[in-house]
């Protein structure tokens, strides 16, 4: 079936556009823009296309430099007499690949989506979460006939504030009919496959709420972020100094520029010996004359290299310093260089190259006596910092001072979030990199409020595997891993809880207690990731054998975590598949695999991938219960969600609200009402949240106490 698109003249050609969508009760839409972000003033929408039927669509030109509603910004009153009638309208089903982009956008000009919504690329992530989940290989595969039409349109190549409206409009279509015929695909294999509770009901709600989220974005403290890049920038500098300083990369930098000039000169010297075939072997004197003069040159050029006057860029780079972010520079230097460390490989990379990753230079640390390693270390971690979260924040600032990352549904195999620019689930500890966090403040007037899961995995874990000791404890508030440690050592644990809490290291019990509870911590957790025993001994710093024998330990002590594993290894021997309590699934075809590594990860995604997707999902959950108690006035509207980092929730919210907002959204986290939407109830563990709260900056949450008046630490 051919696809037509008419572009939208007149109010009138509107109008009827809209009564389309609403018989039809579908609208496939997508926005065209000028290729900056919707927080910008530079962010315009172009135009936007609109699909109410296979094999059709109609263009509504906006702010495109050829739309006839340019004069008076008729296109903002356009849009918005659309967004009402239809995306406004709960009758009419909205569809987009990656809505969350179109939510956004529609949101900027007051327009709230209403009613079912359906992402194709949210859909055919949970039909299979392996990428790709673009829109073009969906048509590459579902609609071949349509391939690479992206390529077929005019002006594909312009910038995308400078696209001619005919060949943008084609192609604008082009997404929108193909988005509405992809739907009528996946929507039936969705409830086939028994995800549409999960996609209605977790999903497009996730869209609502992350859209909401990343709209408001998160206000950062320019002048303290400005002035960290400037302390940043002194430490890396502090840190290359100290590298460049070191004797033994001095003296493997004269070997290194040397051998480049050698190899250079080779090559010089290789053109010359051509040429004195070509000037010996002609009688033509023209020729003989022109070889002479290259030769001269090339001998002169020669001189001029060894002699360190390098004339061009190419040149220049013979003579670069060392490079420690190269790793190839950085095997040199550390294992294969005769003027460098000449270390022993400890580790080889997936490609069979000599490993110059953290984890291997942490081991090769007490063989470095030059000290160059623990300076690289610093710099690495100094540099990934600066460009991710100082200089990659500041660049991305917006011009209201914000900072808009962007939470994805899709972002891994799991079902747990992820998030981009930056990436706030890897924001540093504040043990890490305290100075960090603190750019993050509440708007004026308001605190920043965080919900954190407490051991999130390990209760649904034990929940899932039945473990009675576990759920017995999660249900009298022990702090889990010093009671595994307890079981473990035969300690009581009455008795060693107040060695612990009182952390000054006076009582002669304190670090063997700490110690043996961040063992306990280790192997929980290892439990979960699956963790061999040779991984494990690393996170514990022992013995391999000594790991063994706590693994051996931790399955006798809990014997129903042990079958709770082995009845995942044997339903994903049988199905090839696993699946969450909420209904997601993770394929592992690996299972089948004849090489034993790739079998064995599998085993170990199918304890792992079932518990990490569960203790995300219901975070995610919980924030969609709490929207949508905002929603209907049931919590205070002014609250706004922040963030979600892994099993914690930010929100922005008066103080005055706190004593009111606090018990309903504890009550909504510890037990999320999953019965009615994803027909299953853990009853047995209660999720447990903790509240914390700062009037100034995300580095500075404490633990929330009801009887303090936060009102006052507001300015």
Known sequence: MPSIYKIIRTEKQLDRVISYCKQTGYASVDFETTGHPYHSSLGLPTILGISFQAGSAWILPLAHFDSPFLKGQKWV?????????????????????????????????????????????LAKYLIKEEKPIGLKSMVAELLPEFANYQEDYEGHKLPWDEKPLEGLSKYCGLDCDLTFRIMINWEPLLIKHKFYALFRNMMMMGVRVLGDSEYAGMPVNRKYLKDLVETYQEKIAVEEKALYGNKAIKKFEVGLIKTRIEKYIGKIEDEIEELEKVKSNSNDPVIRSRKERGIIAREERIDRIRARDFGNKKEIELGAPVNFGSPPQMIEFLYTHKMGLKLKVLDRTETGNPSTAEETLLKLKAKDKSGFIDHLLELRGLSKLYSTY???????????????????????????LSSRDPNLQNIPRDTTAPDIKPMFVPPKGMVLMQLDYSQAELRVMAAQAGETN?????????????????????????????ILIK??????????????????KTINFGIIYGQTAKKLAVSLECSEREAKAFLRQYNKDFPMISKFIAKQYRLVE???????????????????????????EAQRQSVNAPIQGAASDYTLFSSILIWEQIQKGNLPKTIQQAYTVHDSLGYFMYPKDLKKAIPIMNKICENPETQEWFNFQIDGVTMKVDFEVSAKNWGSLKTYHEETDYTRLVA
């Open 77 to 121: 009153y356009l849009l918005n007499k659309f967004g009402k009638e239809v995306i406004e309208n709960p009758k009419v089903t909205k569809i987009a690949q990656n809505l969350k982009f179109e939510y956004k956008w529609f949101k900027k000009y007051g327009i709230t989506m209403r009613g079912r919504l359906f992402d194709t690329m």
């Open 390 to 416: 100082v200089i990659g924040i500041y660049n991305k600032l917006s011009e209201e001072d914000r900072i808009h990352a962007r939470f994805l549904l899709e972002g891994t195999v799991t079902g747990r």
């Open 470 to 498: 576990m759920i017995q404890w999660f249900k009298d508030g022990r702090d889990i891993h010093l009671a595994v440690a307890c079981k473990k050592n035969d300690w009581e644990y009455d008795w060693a809880l107040p």
């Open 503 to 520: 952390e000054d290291g006076k009582d002669p019990d304190y670090f063997k207690v700490k110690t043996q509870r961040k063992f306990a």
């Open 574 to 600: 049988e199905y090839g598949y696993v699946k969450n309590v909420f209904g997601r699934k993770r394929r592992l075809p690996n299972i089948d695999s004849p090489k034993w590594h790739e079998k064995a």
